[in-house]
């Protein structure tokens, strides 16, 4: 199988890749991926985006000591 050197723009690998989920969620990802495709470039959303990234994303949780 052949390595991608870069992902698809539309988000789908081949004639059949694409978003696994049920029909009934696709409008809201649809509305979803809109709206960051308009936000993305909107410096104060990439810096709120930069803060919750560094301070939640990957951080153990209240849990992550329990034995």
């Known amino acids: 199988m052949p ?3 870069e992902y698809p723009i ?3 690998y ?4 694409g978003r696994y ?3 009934t969620l696709m409008s809201a990802l649809i509305e979803l991926e ?3 495709l308009s936000a993305k470039e909107d410096e104060e959303f990439q810096r ?5 990234l560094s301070e939640f994303a990957g951080r ?3 849990l ?4």
């Not at 081949?14 to 890749?17: E, L």
């Not at 709120?48 to 919750?52: G, N, V």
């Not at 992550?64 to 034995?67: D, E, N």
């Open 21 to 23: 989920v049920p029909e």
């Open 14 to 17: 081949g004639r059949f890749g």
């Open 60 to 62: 153990p949780t209240p």
């Open 3 to 5: 390595k991608l050197s």
């Open 34 to 36: 809109e709206a960051y």
């Open 64 to 67: 992550y000591y329990a034995k």
């Open 10 to 12: 539309n988000g789908k």
């Open 48 to 52: 709120q985006l930069k803060y919750y």
